[in-house]
């Protein structure tokens, strides 16, 4: 077996898209440092809307592969190797939005019994044993389905692996702080009539906007080649999302600003880092910190 990298990021996601759209850069900055980053997705996103009009007839398991292969080129954007679907492709599919019928398919994510969803992701966490995990917040950031299951799986994981001997030493939250959604969609608002698009959406669009105290761990990339990693990763998702840097639209057709600095909440593990906010997810980690790769 090969020696994995000292430092070992784990993502837990529900769709294709949502690794782009909440951590590309920071997927992109520990990749590029050398770190081992490995992306978990829940689902094909079989359900998702689709955006250009010459893909439109996808949909159900012909859209699920077509994002496969989007997922595989944002992939490359950020030099991600390691990339999975929970449980292999088509283990668990789209549940929906949330109150629709399709919640009630026998197997989407939504219907997936949480232990046993989890104890596929142990699984991932015993051959990885990442020293951090990043998934959403118990409301999945904005009340999906997926996001509440992937959030359920995500921490019930964390805990059966600690049970099983291998401890995930810190665990985050997908975060916004709210001075920065507010500044960020006023400055849309004046710039909107020279965008691309029609209409903007609000701050309560924005899944994840906390108070800014709740903000532990932030992970800069405005003006980086991590920026323009993740602009490309998101470019990638073609069928879910448009990008006009620095903004984008999902299927809703509402403009929103591109998150270029990432912004996470602790909730398992040590503040590292001395005081104020953690400018890296390791901070603390014996063995962590280091930017070298351990081969
Ligand atoms: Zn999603």
Redesign the pocket.
């Known amino acids: 077996m090969t020696e994995l990298p000292g430092r070992r990021l784990l993502l837990v ?3 294709p ?2 690794e782009s759209i909440n951590n590309g850069v920071t997927m992109a900055r520990y990749a590029a440092e050398g770190a081992h980053v490995t992306l978990v997705t829940c689902t094909l ?1 079989e359900r998702g809307e689709v955006i250009p009009p010459e893909l439109a007839h996808l949909s159900g398991a012909a859209l699920g592969g077509h994002r496969r292969g989007e997922l595989a080129e944002a992939m490359r954007a950020l030099g991600v190797d390691d990339f999975r679907l929970l449980g292999g492709p088509g283990r668990f599919s789209d549940s929906g939005m949330m109150g629709l019928a399709d919640n009630d398919d026998p197997g989407c994510l939504w219907q997936a019994d949480v232990d046993a969803a989890a104890a596929l992701l142990v699984d991932v966490i015993r051959e990885v044993r990442p020293q951090v995990l990043v998934t959403y917040d118990p409301d999945g950031g904005y009340g ?1 389905p ?2 509440i299951q992937a959030h359920r799986v995500a921490m019930r994981a964390v805990e059966l692996a600690a049970e099983a001997g291998c401890p995930v030493a810190k665990v985050y939250w997908n975060r916004v702080p709210r001075s920065w959604a507010d500044a960020a969609f006023a400055r849309l608002r004046d710039e909107l009539p020279g965008l691309p698009f029609e209409k903007a959406a609000g701050v309560e669009d924005v899944p994840g906007v906390v108070d800014d105290e709740r903000i532990t761990t932030e992970i800069h990339g405005e003006g980086t080649e991590y920026a323009a990693a993740k602009a490309a990763a998101m470019r990638a998702h073609a069928t879910q999302v448009t990008v006009a840097e620095p903004y984008f639209v999902l299927s809703n057709d509402l403009a929103q600003p591109i998150i270029t600095t990432e912004y996470y909440e602790l909730v398992r593990g040590e503040r590292g880092g001395g005081e104020g906010r953690e400018h890296d997810l390791f901070a603390g980690i014996s063995g962590g910190d280091v930017t070298e790769e351990a081969s």
């Open positions: 996601h529900a769709h898209d949502d996103g999906h997926d996001h």
